[in-house]
């Protein structure tokens, strides 16, 4: 009997093994273009039962009843956004605050500010070099 309980657990188990790995957590990237990639992040939960009963104390033919069953939840976190060597996290909530989402523009809004200086400084040592 502790073999066919063995082998219950086992055929429960390597179902469950077979649909959470690494790729379930961290997805297949998705290229967006050629500058910006997806990665998606998730969490995933799972549960597991299961239950074996030899009936009697002297069974005759082998009675065995036994039973597993699992369940797996993915719920989808955030992508990872890789442009170029800049890497950025892109949650997925549904209530995100608007403080939670001007903390997510800030490195945006500084590659732009650090862009406009650099084209600024650009102008003006040509501009300079013009004149000599």
């Known amino acids: 009997m502790d073999n066919k309980v063995e082998s219950v657990l086992n055929g429960a188990l390597g179902g469950l093994k077979n649909l959470v790995d690494v790729d379930t957590v961290i997805g297949d ?28 104390a002297q069974p005759q033919n082998e009675h065995f009843g036994g039973g597993a069953g699992g369940c797996m939840k993915v719920i989808p976190l955030c992508f990872l956004v890789v442009r170029g060597d800049n890497i950025r996290m892109l949650p997925i909530s549904e209530s995100e605050s608007g403080m939670d989402k001007l903390v997510d523009l800030v490195p945006d809004v500084i590659d732009k500010i650090a862009g406009y200086v650099r084209n600024k400084k650009e102008q003006k040592e040509e501009k300079e070099q013009k004149e000599e």
């Open 29 to 56: 990237p998705i290229t967006v273009n050629e500058e910006i990639t997806l990665i998606p992040i998730s969490k995933v939960s799972c549960g597991f039962v299961s239950g074996g009963s030899g009936f009697g």
